[in-house]
């Protein structure tokens, strides 16, 4: 019995498979006012700990987490699943609905901004304005699974910290939890010894309800196939890079793309420009932007100007921060294509999360060429194969950036490494770069395997046309004559019919 509980409540055995008492179910101890608001006073100063989220907290809150979880065995009688109130509405029930039922009811909850939300993250807050109507907490966040069966809701950044979710072992079975889910549902503060909060009652999983995420197939299971639908990445027309891209190497649905770079040579703003035009064009696309071993303020410009999810861990943090953020986006988009969701993966570089693993990974023994080794480039490896166009739904985007000629024999290496792994690659060139010619697309060494999948017929003709010009003006005249014409056209239709008139 907890001290100050109540003492006509009577504990009852937990089944380990539901949550639920063995016995006839009984009033449950209530906390009375002050003992909840000492809790969540303790909670209050456990959040304003020193330096938030720190390397130290983060460390700090991991060994706490080990320890609430061996604890939990004993108080899971607490962290049963609750019953939803009678009067509130499903994630299935609001499902349902049109879009136009979900905006009159978040009109009457008050949630703001439910116009410019998506309909995935607008039935999330229509579950969170439920619950705190009804006076009680709710969280979520990307489940992490310890070892030791339990796991723990992680935050934006992904990584361990002091405002994690703890989620008992009978929850993760009950519902057939992954690592990467995005769990939503109701929490309550810690008590006695615990210093994180509890997952009460999952509400929803990735979005969709409970009972019918536990049936998703796994995504090794999944059938690749090759992508066979675009995704237009065309905005504005003073846009070029876009629409250059679209012309020369397309994306597709499921594409594994590489852009090969040499340092400031404009990846980044080209990274950018492909993540705006997926939010304009595929409003329903899940966009993820990793960013491993980036300036700070790189960062904070690609949250301010991308409308997706960005993830990232800044060059000046530990190598295993690095390689567990890039695990946890790979778990993430993994368990959306499984829900059959389409999720394109910006990926900022490839290189530094092979030199973070290189770091990071027990040594085998074995050196390749410029020290690295060859263990170390089996998990970006993976990492990047793990895109591909689903058989029956669902599809896993990746592009991602390569550094080349940084004077770094390793960087030469990777390369090496992932030349060849991917159905897309884009060059940019240093000489276009130094001329101030963006974007420095080196046409004639960038392209699509199997374009024909994603082009029309007129337009692939085209296509061609226009890279027989290209070849035969030289590289750089080439890609600057096609910039030229392509910026007094509006959009790349009108550009391909002017093609074979006279220059």
């Known amino acids: 019995m907890e001290q100050g509980d109540t003492p006509t409540a009577v504990a009852e055995p937990v089944s380990a498979e539901h949550g639920e008492p063995s016995g006839d179910r009984r009033q449950r101890p209530v906390r009375n006012d002050r003992q909840q608001q000492q809790g969540q006073g303790a909670?209050?100063?456990?959040?304003?700990?020193?330096?938030?989220?720190?390397?130290?907290?983060?460390?700090?809150?991991?060994?706490?987490?080990?320890?609430?979880?061996?604890?939990?065995?004993?108080?899971?009688?607490?962290?049963?699943?609750?019953?939803?109130?009678?009067?509130?509405?499903?994630?299935?029930?609001?499902?349902?609905?049109?879009?136009?039922?979900?905006?009159?009811?978040?009109?009457?909850?008050?949630?703001?901004?439910?116009?410019?939300?998506?309909?995935?993250?607008?039935?999330?807050?229509l579950l969170q304005a439920q619950t705190e109507r009804d006076g009680h907490t709710f969280g979520d966040g990307v489940l992490e699974i310890i070892e030791d069966g339990f796991g723990f809701l992680r935050g934006q950044r992904l990584l361990p910290g002091s405002d994690d979710i703890y989620v008992s072992q009978s929850q993760i079975r009950r519902f057939g939890l992954r690592t990467g889910d995005r769990v939503s549902g109701q929490v309550r503060p810690p008590k006695d010894n615990e210093k994180f909060f509890s997952l009460l009652r999952v509400e929803a999983v990735n979005g969709i309800d409970p009972e019918v995420a536990r049936k998703r197939p796994t995504f090794e299971s999944l059938t690749p196939i090759f992508p066979l639908e675009r995704i237009n990445l065309e905005t504005q027309a003073?846009?070029?890079?876009?629409?250059?891209?679209?012309?020369?190497?397309?994306?597709?649905?499921?594409?594994?793309?590489?852009?090969?770079?040499?340092?400031?040579?404009?990846?980044?703003?080209?990274?950018?420009?492909?993540?705006?035009?997926?939010?304009?064009?595929?409003?329903?696309?899940?966009?993820?932007?990793?960013?491993?071993?980036?300036?700070?303020?790189?960062?904070?410009?690609?949250?301010?100007?991308?409308?997706?999810?960005?993830?990232s861990s800044t060059f000046d943090e530990p190598v295993e921060d690095h390689t567990k953020v890039a695990e946890m986006a790979l778990e993430r988009a993994k368990?959306?294509?499984?829900?059959?969701?389409?999720?394109?993966?910006?990926?900022?570089?490839?290189?530094?999360?092979?030199?973070?693993?290189?770091?990071?990974?027990?040594?085998?023994?074995?050196?390749?060429s410029g020290g690295i080794d060859p263990v170390a480039l089996y998990p970006p490896k993976r990492f990047f194969g793990a895109a591909r166009n689903i058989e029956g739904g669902g599809s896993l985007t990746i592009i991602s950036t390569c550094l080349i000629d940084t004077?770094?024999?390793?960087?030469?290496?990777?390369?090496?490494?992932?030349?060849?792994?991917?159905?897309?690659?884009?060059?940019?060139?240093?000489?276009?770069?130094?001329?101030?010619?963006?974007?420095?697309?080196?046409?004639?060494?960038?392209?699509?395997?199997?374009?024909?999948?994603?082009?029309?017929?007129?337009?692939?003709?085209q296509v061609w046309t226009m890279r027989r010009m290209v070849s035969m003006l030289g590289g750089s005249e080439g890609t600057e004559l096609l910039l030229s014409r392509l910026s007094k056209t509006t959009k790349n239709e009108e550009f391909l019919e002017t093609l074979t008139k006279d220059v």
């Open 43 to 125: 909670n209050r100063n456990q959040r304003q700990g020193k330096n938030g989220r720190g390397p130290r907290a983060d460390h700090d809150a991991s060994g706490d987490q080990h320890q609430q979880g061996r604890r939990g065995g004993n108080n899971q009688r607490d962290n049963r699943e609750q019953p939803p109130p009678s009067n509130r509405l499903s994630v299935a029930e609001l499902e349902t609905r049109d879009t136009e039922a979900l905006n009159e009811f978040s009109k009457e909850l008050g949630v703001s901004g439910y116009l410019r939300m998506r309909r995935v993250d607008l039935i999330t807050r």
């Open 238 to 311: 003073n846009i070029l890079s876009t629409r250059l891209l679209d012309l020369v190497a397309p994306i597709g649905l499921g594409q594994r793309g590489l852009i090969v770079s040499p340092p400031k040579a404009g990846k980044t703003l080209l990274l950018k420009a492909i993540a705006n035009g997926i939010t304009s064009n595929s409003p329903d696309m899940h966009l993820m932007v990793c960013l491993i071993g980036e300036r700070p303020e790189e960062v904070t410009d690609m949250r301010r100007t991308v409308e997706g999810e960005v993830i």
């Open 335 to 368: 368990r959306l294509v499984e829900s059959g969701r389409d999720v394109t993966i910006l990926l900022d570089s490839i290189t530094r999360l092979a030199r973070a693993y290189n770091l990071a990974v027990p040594p085998s023994g074995r050196t390749l």
């Open 407 to 461: 004077g770094s024999r390793q960087d030469d290496v990777i390369y090496e490494e992932f030349k060849g792994t991917g159905n897309m690659e884009v060059h940019l060139d240093r000489k276009l770069a130094e001329r101030r010619i963006y974007p420095a697309i080196d046409i004639q060494r960038s392209s699509t395997r199997r374009e024909e999948l994603l082009l029309d017929d007129y337009t692939l003709r």
